[in-house]
């Protein structure tokens, strides 16, 4: 496989997709950063570094982020929306906003770049999870369900593109204790008749979730994501994160 030298990453504005842009920065790489409002004031200062609008439900927006991207080596598809709550009180036009995103999203990007990985035999897609997917919790059973779907997609995938000398790889954060996404997911439930449980639910995992390491947990996972795109021999499934590794291990 030729030498890796640039990425395109998704979901930037916080949390582990902004931190795996600065870790790639960090190692001399090219980085095309996206996400939906483009904010320069959040990432570092880099000649290395270009912006770009994109909403990975949108075909119109995948197809010119691609084109203004140019040829890349690297997709990591981090981008992806939570949502806790009971099964019960969710709208079926809810799971769908889910799977959108963190399914259809993560295919759509897939599909957009690997014609470009196909004929020059060489690239790297690393779709980021989670460890849910590993041990079921309650009030998750959407997200968790969408994240599943893009595992086993991953894994077929990366049959398919072997004979391309293309790499698919996963990587699996825990509880993501450093980033926005809990508060995210509780947003979306604001006005919810099941609003209330929400709340007390997200303050139940936020007790388990605060004993990790929030200043380091980010950076696992750039980490996993830098040791997915670069190493050939790395497994299909990397864990990111204490938690991640104890329930991969188990």
Known sequence: ??????????????????ETVRFFLDKGWRVVATMRTPREDLLPRSERLGLLALDVTNADSIRRCVEEAGPIDALVNNAGV?????????????????????????????????????????????NVTSS??????????????????????????????????????LVLPGRAPSTSFGDNARRRMAGSEHEAYADFTQKAFKAVRDTATPVTYAQNVAEAVWCAVTDPAAPMRTPAGADAVALTLA
Do not use: H, W
């Open 1 to 18: 496989m030729s030498v890796i030298s640039s990425v395109l990453i998704t979901g930037c504005s916080s949390g582990f997709g902004l």
């Open 82 to 126: 939570g949502l806790l709550a009971p099964f019960e009180g969710i709208t079926l036009s809810s799971v769908r906003d889910v799977f959108e995103t963190n399914t259809f999203g993560t295919m759509a990007m897939t599909q957009a770049v690997l014609p470009q990985f196909r004929q020059r035999r060489s690239g790297v897609v690393v």
């Open 132 to 169: 849910v997917t590993l041990k079921s919790l309650p009030l998750l059973s959407v997200y968790t369900s969408s994240k599943a779907a893009v595992n086993a997609f991953t894994e077929s995938l990366a049959l398919e593109l072997e004979p391309f000398n293309v790499r698919a790889r």
